[in-house]
């Protein structure tokens, strides 16, 4: 299996499966000279592991995450400095149960890359899923750290707008409360409506499907080029590329459709700082496939988890008509740890037009 690896010059190959011994991730390309320490690594693992909450999955993992190269460790033994060699990290898997798929080993669950998997290799990890589970996006949530050290400045953070039906209201919005409920909900009033919502669809055996919204701020001003690679374009590549990712949207998106030229054109006046000031933002930050300066806004959609204990009809690899169930330990709604998953690769899609516009360019924005 190849295509493991993303990005040009700031390069991220990611390896390792859902129920084997370890997953981890090769990030390549990244400068010397960088700082970081082990908690900074840790702090962002941490919003992504499982077991945090009863609305995510049950599953216990630590998810340390061991820095096994490209770096020199300071005298006070917890910093540590990028040398510009390739930085290796290893993640430990230590609670699987490869025993609760016994029952899928020859059977494709519907919804499920089980069938596509095994009809293009002739092989398929059905414990967890192997590399079509979520468990590998914990590699990426640690190249996402170095990612963000990488362009001067930057901040990205990732909210959940919608689960179901439910909707924030935009008025409400607050960052502060994001880091308060297990939701990654900027607004406040919508925390017990999803509480009680996921509640139902948990004990039902069920799932539901979620939208998250990224906004990366600070971001240099020229970034990307067109036409084929387009800044834009890298981070839809990048969001699309999440397990269970359905859509993505960069600024209004589909929205802009209902809009009039005179809506949605973000006009621009001269700022008292003497820089263009835009006047809206339904761009999301990118015209012509290149950064205004303005806060870079991308959206996607998750699908409801394919691995639910309500009965489906499948067929089996044999061509049998089945009725599949799936045990284990599941996401009620996977869209509440992709929040973070979404921060890191829009960070790395980032990183990755910074440097290639140094190259390019010669300009250290």
Not at 14 to 30: I, K, M
Not at 237 to 254: H, Q, R, Y
Not at 267 to 286: C, Q, T, V, Y
């Amino acid at each position: 299996m190849s295509h493991n690896t993303f990005g040009h010059l700031f390069r991220v190959t990611t390896w390792g499966e859902s129920h084997g011994p370890a997953l981890g991730c090769v990030v390549d390309g990244c400068p010397p000279g960088l700082t970081f320490t082990q908690d900074e690594i840790q702090s962002f693992m941490d919003k992504r592991k499982p077991g945090q909450s009863r609305f995510v999955t049950q599953r216990r993992e630590e998810d340390v995450v061991k820095v096994l190269s490209g770096v020199m460790l300071s005298e006070d033994g917890v910093t540590m400095t990028t040398t510009g060699t390739p930085i290796s990290m290893l993640i430990e898997n230590t609670d699987q149960r490869s025993k609760d798929y016994g029952e899928i080993a020859r059977r494709y669950r519907p919804g499920h890359a089980d069938y596509t998997y095994d009809l293009k290799y002739g092989i398929r990890d059905y414990r967890g899923g192997g590399r079509s589970s979520a468990r590998e996006t914990a590699a990426r949530v640690a190249a996402g750290v170095i990612a963000r050290k990488v362009v001067p400045g930057v901040t990205v953070r990732g909210v959940l707008t919608q689960i179901g039906k439910h909707k924030i209201n935009r008025d409400n919005w607050d960052w502060a409360e994001v880091e308060r409920n297990p939701f990654f909900c900027p607004d406040p009033a919508m925390v017990p409506v999803w509480e009680a919502y996921l509640d139902e669809i948990r004990k039902s055996g069920s799932s539901i499907g979620a939208v998250i919204e990224v906004v990366a701020e600070n971001v240099p001003a020229g970034l990307g080029a067109p036409i084929y690679s387009k800044l834009d374009q890298d981070i839809a590549s990048l969001l699309m590329s999440i397990n269970a990712v359905k859509g993505v949207e960069i600024g209004e998106g589909f929205a802009s459709a209902e809009l009039s030229g005179e809506e949605n054109a973000d006009e621009m006046r001269m700022g008292n700082d003497g820089k263009p000031l835009f006047l809206s933002n339904h761009a999301g930050g990118i015209l012509g496939g290149i950064s205004t300066g303005q806060p870079i806004v991308a959206r996607f959609a998750v699908k409801p988890t394919s691995s639910i204990l309500t009965e489906r009809q499948s067929i089996d690899v044999d061509g049998n008509h089945v009725e599949v169930r799936t045990k284990g330990r599941h996401d009620p709604c996977v869209g509440i740890r992709a929040a973070p998953i979404g921060e890191a690769m829009v960070a790395c899609a980032i990183a990755d037009h910074y440097l290639r516009d140094r190259g390019q360019t010669g300009k250290i924005r």
